[in-house]
């Protein structure tokens, strides 16, 4: 099918992130453009995680393409870290701190006392659901329309790190509400909250109906916040089972609810050839200043 990147003209490219994404992407803005007009495609989005550091280095080497009579459309974005309700995250965030002394506190009487912590490790295994939600960042992908989507996207970016910072910036459905004109907004990766309604679904073992329900739940939201026009549903093509899981239920919520799709190549290095480096980036970055033994091949995946 044509790729769409809205607003809704048909031509090719897709969205990536650089090294300006911590441990996540690699290579410089300008590699990705250039990998993308040469295999025939004329546009690209640059969506780097909760930032826009790269978006100055992309824009520089579009023009200079520009200049050069080169057919190319750069789209400036992000992928943010989103949560529902700034409010109630850090509500959650305050009753978790002061859940983390009390249990800190009980450990030590107990110790104190010669008693023996026992672990529930059912609720440990439950990753479904539970009292640690706060912790949870969804990724969602938002792009300039014009200058005024701009200037909203740089504003998010900043209220990000300024109302929504613990070890990452986060917007909800406020922020885009208020400063949500110019923008496109898509449902983004398996990182998204789409993509974690349908899984947790899915684990729960909940039918299909209910899960369209809290996906219509979802959608009502966003569509109040940017408008109908400017919101989509996002499906990608990957080896990936849950892949295929999400873009089933995807699909059919388009069907049921009118909601445009558009369909992304999401790109995290610029060739592939470089998914090797690219693993060897992210696992050297978590390995900090003592990066021994260096991973073997065979803890790499593609």
Same mark, same amino acid.
């Given at each position: ?12 490219? %897709?969205?990536? +992130?650089?090294? #300006?994404?911590?441990?996540?992407? &690699?290579?410089?803005?300008? *590699?990705?453009?250039? #990998? ?11 969506? $780097?995680?909760?930032?826009?550091s790269g &978006? ?8 200079? &393409?520009? @200049? ?7 789209? /400036? ?12 995250? @850090?509500? *959650? /965030?305050?009753?978790? =701190? ?7 506190? @009980?450990a030590l ?23 640690d939600e ?19 996207? %740089?504003?998010?970016?900043? !209220? ?15 922020? &885009? =509400? ?18 974690? !309604? ?6 729960? +073992?909940? *039918? ?11 959608? *009502?939201? %966003?569509? $109040? ?5 400017? %919101? ?8 990936? @089972? ?30 592939? $050839? ?29």
């Amino acid at each position: 099918m044509s790729l769409l990147i809205p607003p809704p003209k048909k031509f090719v490219g %897709f969205h990536g +992130h650089t090294g #300006f994404s911590v441990f996540d992407g &690699l290579g410089y803005p300008s *590699d990705h453009i250039d #990998f993308v007009l040469e295999n025939g495609m004329d546009a690209w989005a640059l969506t $780097d995680h909760g930032n826009g550091s790269g &978006l100055a280095h992309a824009h520089k080497h579009a023009s200079k &393409l520009q @200049k050069q009579g080169v057919k190319f459309r750069q789209i /400036y974005g992000c992928e943010f870290y989103f949560v529902p309700s700034l409010t109630q995250w @850090k509500d *959650d /965030y305050e009753q978790a =701190k002061i859940d983390r002394a009390l249990a800190k506190q @009980k450990a030590l009487k107990e110790e104190e006392e010669g008693g023996h912590v026992i672990e529930n490790e059912e609720e440990t295994k439950n990753y479904t659901v539970g009292k640690d939600e706060w912790k949870r960042r969804y990724h969602l992908v938002v792009t300039a329309q014009n200058a005024e989507g701009l200037g909203n996207l %740089f504003t998010l970016i900043k !209220r990000a790190y300024t109302d929504g910072f613990y070890r990452y910036p986060r917007i909800d459905f406020n922020l &885009l =509400k208020q400063y949500g004109r110019g923008l496109n907004v898509s449902t983004a990766c398996l990182g998204g909250i789409y993509s974690n !309604r349908i899984m947790r679904g899915n684990a729960l +073992h909940y *039918d299909d109906e209910l899960i369209q329900q809290q996906l219509t739940e979802l959608s *009502d939201r %966003f569509v $109040d916040a940017v408008g109908e026009d400017n %919101f989509y549903l996002e499906i990608q093509f990957n080896r990936l @089972k849950q892949q295929h899981l999400v873009n089933h239920h995807l699909l059919r919520h388009a069907d049921q609810t009118g909601l445009q799709l558009i369909a992304t190549p999401d790109s995290h290095y610029y060739s592939p $050839d470089k998914w090797e480096a690219r693993e060897l980036y992210k696992k050297l970055g978590w390995m900090g200043n003592d990066p021994s033994p260096l991973p073997e091949f065979e803890d790499l995946k593609c």
